[in-house]
């Protein structure tokens, strides 16, 4: 005869468990067939447990403290503006002079900063006259052309040489100095900022942002203008440019508009607008 299994016992532990597989819901499962079948078996309980998400050490803790703090500050330039990625995160606080403002104090030496636009993708065009605290002044000149990167200056000791920019540097004495000086006061650089100016990334202009006897000034010349017209300083910087890259002349654009709207939808093209406040740039937005 076959064997028979005894029934359990009311109350004992088989029984318990015969009871909590018939209670248990059972789940509809896809045959091979085709057909729906029901699930024989014990469900597990697992409790609450939930599967362990990733350990953040210490360190990893201060990783990641380190990074929000150097993003938040890595929208105030602080030095090697020429740097592909300093350019692209501090921008528009080169521009503003944030630095020059910050140190502009009454007997710091003069500290004159001034930047050519000519097409943002086209040529930019970076000049530093710093006072040297004898009466005369260091200069420096800083060019880049176009977008792309120059792979005649590719090297592999320094990858980042063909995204660099071109630069000269320069002694200025006591004459040449003040001769620069009357050349930005004759452009009007001292005056009232004209308050309300925008300027897109697409045009041709000039921006200063100058600091002159502890006082700080940010203005700006947009070509095509009678201020622009009557210009004096660029022939004074451009004398002394040992960089061999022509200024990239001066052309009204038009239609900016329609320009940003037929884009290729594929581009990388940083399209922006900066205005000129009273105290300096107003509305602006991180260079990304």
């Given at each position: 005869?076959?064997?028979?299994r ?26 091979h ?7 024989k ?54 521009l ?38 004898a009466?005369?002044?260091y ?79 940010l ?70």
């Amino acid at each position: 005869m076959p064997h028979r299994r005894p029934a359990a016992r009311p109350g004992g532990p088989r029984a318990r468990r015969e009871r909590a597989v018939a209670a248990a819901p059972r789940a509809p499962v896809a045959g091979h067939d085709g057909t729906l079948r029901r699930f024989k078996g014990v469900r597990r309980r697992l409790g609450s447990a939930r599967r362990p998400g990733p350990v953040i050490t210490p360190l990893g803790r201060g990783l990641r403290l380190a990074l929000v703090v150097a993003l938040m500050a890595g929208c105030t330039y602080r030095g090697e503006i020429d740097q592909p990625i300093t350019i692209k995160l501090t921008w528009f606080s080169y521009l503003n002079g944030d630095d020059i403002r910050a140190a502009c104090l009454p007997g710091t030496p003069p500290y004159y900063r001034l930047v050519y636009n000519g097409n943002y993708e086209e040529q930019l065009r970076l000049y530093e006259v710093v006072g040297d605290g004898a009466g005369g002044a260091y200069y420096k000149a800083r060019v880049h052309s176009g977008r792309g990167l120059d792979l005649s200056r590719l090297s592999f000791a320094d990858p980042q040489a063909m995204a660099r920019w071109t630069t000269s540097q320069a002694r200025l004495g006591p004459a040449e100095l003040a001769a620069f000086e009357a050349a930005l006061e004759a452009s009007g650089a001292f005056e009232a900022p004209p308050d309300g100016l925008r300027l897109a990334s697409e045009q041709f202009y000039w921006i200063a942002a100058l600091c002159r006897a502890g006082r700080f000034r940010l203005t700006a010349w947009l070509y095509p203008s009678a201020r622009f017209a009557g210009l004096r300083f660029p022939q004074a910087l451009l004398q002394r440019d040992g960089t061999g890259i022509a200024l990239n002349p001066p052309r009204e654009v038009l239609g900016i508009e329609r320009v940003r709207r037929t884009s290729p939808p594929d581009t990388v093209s940083p399209h922006f607008d900066i205005q000129i406040g009273k105290d300096g740039l107003v509305g602006h937005h991180p260079l990304l």
